[in-house]
């Protein structure tokens, strides 16, 4: 899945690029609309915190940082002598383990705290009225959603992809 960023200029117009997704078989759960605080959005589909925030990133960050850490103390706490080999296969995955889950743990609620990085980018645009639509749609549709919303909809910037989405948000 790639996730497809549009800034749109006024609540009517985004009704009908989220009409399109939907009639282009984007799933409502894909489709992702973000506006300034206060805008009433009506029935389109609002973005969430996981939208909204660095979550996602900040925990595989987390994950990795507190892995290696955890796996570095684990090396340290083994080659000390009072551990015997049979135990050190413990210690090692007990401290990878804890080290992870701290890590993601920490990095997640900093994460929650921060706004997304990608959307920081229109944060302006969104102030000054503006609303953005993240739409997360296959990589192979990528192009044939992008023309769909050009051709019934010119005035509509097309702000570019993102690269991965995870499955889960």
Request: proline fraction near 5%.
């Given at each position: 899945m790639k996730r497809i960023y549009f800034l749109v200029p006024d609540i009517a117009t985004t009704e009908k690029i989220v009409d399109d997704l939907l009639l282009a078989r984007i799933e409502e759960k894909h489709i992702h609309v973000l506006a300034k605080r206060g805008t009433q959005l009506e029935d389109l589909p609002e973005a969430t915190l996981l939208q909204k925030t660095d979550f996602v990133p900040a925990v595989e960050q987390g994950l990795a940082v507190g892995g290696s850490t955890g796996l570095l103390a684990g090396l340290v706490a083994i080659t000390l002598p009072a551990s015997a080999p049979v135990v050190a296969g413990g210690v090692l995955l007990a401290t990878t383990l804890a080290g992870a889950g701290i890590g993601a743990w920490v990095s997640g609620m900093v994460g929650m705290s921060a706004g997304n990085?990608?959307?920081?980018?229109?944060?302006?645009?969104?102030?000054?009225?503006?609303?953005?639509?993240?739409?997360?749609?296959?990589?192979?549709?990528?192009?044939?959603?992008?023309?769909?919303?050009?051709?019934?909809?010119?005035?509509?910037e097309i702000e570019g992809t993102e690269p991965k989405v995870p499955a889960f948000p």
């Open positions: 990085r990608r959307v920081k980018e229109f944060a302006d645009a969104i102030e000054a009225g503006e609303l953005l639509v993240m739409a997360d749609v296959p990589a192979e549709r990528v192009d044939e959603i992008e023309t769909c919303i050009k051709n019934h909809l010119p005035e509509v």
